[in-house]
């Protein structure tokens, strides 16, 4: 149990450190172009455009990297605080300080979260500003001299050891055993703090001095993931093998390794054969030259090309090193393959990379959705979300519309993750949730969707059940009936509880006003706010067409004293995950009491001219009023 903690918690550290550098990706491509341009070695060296490429490698990249994990700890607060924080290690060093970025972004977004935290309720009203602006600066500040004075000294003696190490390794001929390290790394989810932590940096300065890195080709050569999924082209079987031809495109030119990892982790023997060929790429490397002038990030073919220095001998060294690389990995994959026992489940292995990511992948729900057909005779539909309160229900009452608009005898309800009946046939859940479900019932056939409120699943799923459903009309009037008997409340929209031209800066702050609000008027008991908090960052509570439903996790049902809702008009927005958000209902749901309501403003808000209308009422009679016309 301990090792299984310990992997899950490197893994969870891994995932993090990616998730401080993907978002910036654009700026490092745009760092890698001016540098393979317009440096002294470039294409088209030009004096005055190569002054752009220092001050993006030692000021722009690092302070991006800081104001994300900043962000990442704690949104806007935290972005800023942990920019300021890493100025100071930026100053305090000759080298980019893309590695300090990574200790004191997130550092000063926990330090300012943790001061948020212990002023909470204790400021006077009318402060509020005054406190939030001097504390950030305040704090920013002492962490920009703490950074300045300790932490860039020892990033920098860190560095200069590990120079030295590469330097060693380089002159003994034994880089190429790096492979062993940065193969299983990219598993973990670590490859990009190891690229952008500490082979970019050290590639930075060896580019400024000799013109090339061979650091930079180390974790980004596509060769041993191409290998692999060639192999699995020839000898894989079903599943695995149909889809490995896209993938392998989908790796080599597009750069998004991570979509060979469920290949790999179906057959771990695997990992051997993309270290093997991690190795021998990289000694082909040393052995004829090759290097990168700029980063080349995706790990594309194409990138890879556009970073290569403009000679010959350096274009033959770096395919060399891919093409072998993918040749060692495809002789030595195939035997894996060709040996063994194929058990393959490329949908497990996708989840559990998933699982291990710690978050929603953009490549595992290519493998995921791929589940055969619908099952036949469908009675149960049941949409599920970890509280079963919110998102569900709406799903629920949009694809019940639909159901009944096709004059389909079917049962469609809305239900917690955890309580998902044994006999569901379909069930639908958002997409981070779809491993939750699939483990709870796996026999059922699953669908995920990332937009509860217009999916185009829904249509493609009541095209799929025209043909084929067999619930009588007496079972499903039976069940109609049921489900309008639930005790309604037509109070549950009150005026009061609207509220217009709202701003906030921040999602966060979004949902504890709508907690808030909760709060106040006797629906919930204060520590359910915390647990909307909590439900957002486990899964997104944005449904799609500019809404969110923030409301509790399915712990905190024993908080809601009774079911209660308010609205709230954001005619700017609000961030919600990279996603505008201009309406957000806060709900505690008791007893299934507020469902009604609940089902009439999914309907309401799965037209985009509802939405808009509610988003330009003027007064909170006009907001209900779109809302109870439906």
């Not at 491993?435 to 217009?454: E, G, M, T, W």
């Not at 520590?527 to 957002?536: G, K, L, Q, S, T």
């Not at 509570?541 to 809404?547: E, F, P």
């Amino acid at each position: 149990m301990a090792q299984s903690n310990i992997k899950v918690a490197v893994q969870k550290f891994g995932n993090f450190l990616s998730s401080m550098v993907m978002p910036n990706i654009g700026a490092f491509i745009a760092w890698g172009l001016i540098t393979a341009l317009f440096i002294p070695t470039g294409f088209f060296p030009n004096e005055s455009l190569t002054k752009l490429v220092d001050p993006m490698v030692k000021y722009l990249l690092p302070l991006l990297i800081g104001y994300t994990g900043g962000k990442l700890v704690h949104d806007q607060r935290g972005g800023v605080v942990g920019a300021i924080a890493t100025m100071g290690v930026i100053v305090g060093s000759d080298i980019p300080m893309f590695l300090g970025a990574m200790i004191m972004g997130p550092l000063g977004g926990y330090i300012i979260k943790k001061f948020d935290q212990f002023i909470e309720g204790k400021v006077k009203t009318g402060f509020e500003m005054l406190i939030n602006n001097f504390s950030a600066g305040i704090l920013g500040g002492i962490l920009a001299i703490l950074a300045f004075l300790g932490v860039s000294p020892a990033v920098d003696g860190f560095t200069g050891a590990l120079v030295v190490g590469v330097d060693w390794m380089v002159a003994h001929g034994l880089l190429p055993l790096t492979s062993i390290l940065i193969e299983p790394a990219k598993i973990l989810f670590l490859n990009n703090a190891i690229n952008h932590g500490i082979l970019s940096p050290i590639g930075a300065e060896q580019i400024r001095t000799n013109g090339q890195s061979i650091l930079l080709l180390l974790e980004t050569n596509p060769g041993p993931g191409l290998g692999i999924l060639l192999a699995y082209c020839f000898f894989g079987k079903g599943t695995a093998k149909q889809s490995a031809p896209g993938a392998a495109i989908i790796h080599f030119i597009g750069g998004i390794h991570e979509i060979y990892f469920p290949y790999v982790l179906m057959r771990p023997l695997l990992i051997i054969a993309a270290i093997l060929g991690g190795i021998s790429g990289v000694f082909t490397f040393v052995l004829l030259g090759g290097g990168l002038q700029a980063v080349a990030s995706p790990g594309s073919i194409l990138a890879i090309l556009a970073a290569t220095p403009g000679n010959a001998g350096s274009y033959v060294a770096n395919i060399s090193g891919v093409l072998v690389a993918a040749i060692v990995s495809f002789i030595v994959g195939s035997l894996i393959l060709k040996t063994g026992k194929q058990t393959e489940d490329l949908d497990e292995a996708a989840r559990k990379m998933q699982e291990m990511k710690g978050k929603k992948s953009s490549v595992a729900g290519s493998f995921t959705k791929q589940q055969g057909e619908v099952p036949a005779s469908v009675q149960k539909i049941v949409f599920a979300c970890d509280a079963g309160m919110g998102s569900s229900a709406m799903g629920a009452s949009l694809l019940r519309k639909k159901v009944k608009q096709a004059d389909l005898n079917i049962s469609v309800t809305n239900t917690a993750i955890s309580n998902i009946p044994s006999d569901a046939q379909i069930v639908i859940t958002q997409e981070e949730l779809t491993p939750r479900a699939q483990n709870k019932v796996p026999d059922a056939y699953h669908i995920s969707v990332d937009n509860f409120l217009s999916s185009p699943e829904y249509d493609k799923l009541i095209d799929q059940l025209k043909n084929d459903h067999t619930t009588s009309k007496a079972e499903e009037e039976k069940r109609v009936s049921a489900e309008n008997n639930t005790d309604s409340n037509d109070g549950l929209l009150k005026e009061e509880n609207v509220f217009l031209n709202q701003h906030f800066s921040s999602k966060e702050e979004a949902i504890r006003f709508a907690g808030s609000v909760l709060v106040k008027g006797g629906y919930v008991e204060e520590n359910y706010v915390e647990a909307m908090i909590e439900r957002d960052n486990m899964t997104s509570t944005y449904m799609g067409n500019d809404v969110a439903i923030p409301h509790g996790t399915e712990e905190a049902k024993k908080n809601v004293l009774r079911s209660g809702f308010t609205v709230i008009q954001v005619p700017e927005g609000v961030d919600f995950d990279g996603e505008k958000v201009r309406l957000i209902f806060g709900i505690a749901g008791k007893d299934g009491t507020h469902l009604e309501i609940l089902s009439g403003i999914a309907i309401t808000c799965s037209d985009m001219d509802n939405i808009e209308k509610m988003v330009h009422a003027k007064s909170a009679k006009e907001l209900m009023a779109i809302i109870q016309r439906n």
